[in-house]
């Protein structure tokens, strides 16, 4: 068993994950009516497009929920000991 060190004050940074390969935001489109949803997308063109073509068959169908999914990553600040050690994954 190795052991772990405990860090104290040590300061991290939250953001939009940029690793390589890190996934984009997800974009979907959910009517406010019945609660049907339009697939997923990585572009919000797709998502926008099904929420017209749904009110064009469903006139009473016009109010939608717009779901932004993105991804955070946590890693060492500047000054956190493990900052030069933190490799991207």
Known sequence: MSARSVIRYAEWILGVDTTPGAAGPIYVMECTTCLDASPPSDEKAGPEDWAIRHTARQHAHS????????????????GNPLHKQATPR
Do not use: D
């Not at 939608?64 to 060492?76: G, K, Q, Y």
């Open 63 to 78: 109010g939608f929920r717009a779901i932004v999914t993105s991804f955070s990553r946590v890693s060492p600040a500047p």
